[in-house]
């Protein structure tokens, strides 16, 4: 039989915990002892390519194929990411309206590998309480497996992480300069949607969701955000990204400059921001697996550490910094003196 999606988190897991040092026959082995089904060469060099993206949690290879093409699933792909505690805890589970005793075997921001005598379907709504904390968290029951008593959870990341409160210390502006062209709604969403983005992968504990004081909706657009500590690092990063963007915009300037092109009208210069982008961004992702890295060691904070060469702080490093490259060219971001909206500022 073909391995299930199930089987081949299994085997990822182990794979991790040895660091990638172990054979498909040791993690096959492992399965079988589980109760699960083996997995096949393919998934082993599916494994390998998980491990030095950084993830750490398992997606099937199509997923993955399109997270690492594009940001068209980031939510779900990329926050596989984020890491997990394998930590076996006593839990409570509830579907199908009654309470199960369960064994929560890891833990994440995005995931839960949980067993117990019952097992619910896959797709089945569901909520995980930990008895030694009370916390509760919604989520989706993504795999099941009755024959080895496992399943795997998927919880709603904007109901299972708590808003920041009102009284955070940071307070930050994002303030763009809309052009006329960009003034339309789905310009605007895009400003916001990257904007969560960013920060998304700047925090990937996510231990709190950033709170909008306010939300001025007119040129100059300004979002006014409050957060814990890690927000002033990730805003004083994006602020680092912006200015490196313009450096080396002039340098893609000069190249058209130097041979006879000059950026005198817009579409002109959009081309050469874009241009700009895409160079920039493969120079971050570049430098993840480089025993020399200049440009994210310039851009590191004290939670985003520049991390050892190909580990998964540097690549959460590269991957906050890239989609620091996706905000406005004219935005103004960064941490700002606490300050209350004015009447002026609707929220």
């Known amino acids: 039989m073909v391995a299930r999606p199930i089987d081949a988190a299994e085997g990822y897991r182990l794979f991790q915990q040895a660091h990638g040092a172990v054979s498909l026959d040791e993690i096959n082995e492992y399965l079988r002892g589980l109760g699960l089904l083996e997995v096949s060469p393919r998934m082993l060099v599916h494994y390998e390519r ?15 194929d399109i997270a690492l093409a594009g940001e068209d699933a980031w939510s779900a792909e990329l926050q596989a990411r984020y890491p997990e505690i394998a930590q076996p805890t006593d839990g409570e589970a509830i579907w199908d309206s009654r309470v199960r005793a369960v064994k929560v075997l890891s833990l994440g921001v995005s ?7 019952q097992i619910p379907q896959a797709g089945a ?41 009102a009284d955070s210390p940071i307070t930050g502006s994002l303030r763009v300069e809309l052009l006329e062209s960009a003034e339309n709604l789905v310009a605007i969403g895009d400003i916001i949607l990257n904007l969560d983005r960013f920060l998304v ?36 990063m994006a602020e680092k990204v912006i200015r490196m963007r313009k450096d080396w915009h002039e340098g893609t300037k000069a190249a058209y400059e130097s041979q006879g092109i000059r950026l005198d009208n817009e579409e002109r210069t959009a081309n050469a921001q874009m241009e700009t982008d895409a160079k920039l961004k493969k120079a971050l992702q570049r430098e993840v697996g480089a025993s020399n890295a200049p440009l994210l060691e310039s851009l590191q904070q004290p939670h985003l550490p520049l991390g050892d060469p190909g580990s998964p702080d540097r690549q959460q490093l590269s991957d906050a910094a890239q989609a620091a490259v996706d905000l406005p060219w004219n935005a103004e971001i960064g941490p700002i003196a606490d300050r209350k909206p004015t009447d002026e500022s609707p929220t």
Do not use: C, K, W
């Not at 504990?205 to 927000?231: D, F, H, K, N, Y």
């Open 111 to 117: 995931t839960a590998t949980v067993t117990g005598d």
């Open 125 to 165: 709504p569901i909520v995980l309480r930990l008895l030694t904390t009370g916390i509760e968290r919604n989520g989706t029951v993504s795999r099941s497996d009755r024959n080895s008593g496992r399943f795997h959870i998927a919880f709603d990341p904007y109901t299972s992480v708590p808003l920041a409160p």
């Open 201 to 236: 992968r700047a925090d990937p504990s996510q231990t709190s969701l950033t709170r909008v004081r306010s939300l001025a909706m007119r040129s100059p657009i300004e979002i006014l955000i409050i957060g814990g500590l890690l927000l002033e690092g990730a805003l004083r």
């Open 50 to 64: 998980l491990y030095r993206h950084g993830y750490s949690s398992y997606i099937p290879i199509n997923r993955l």
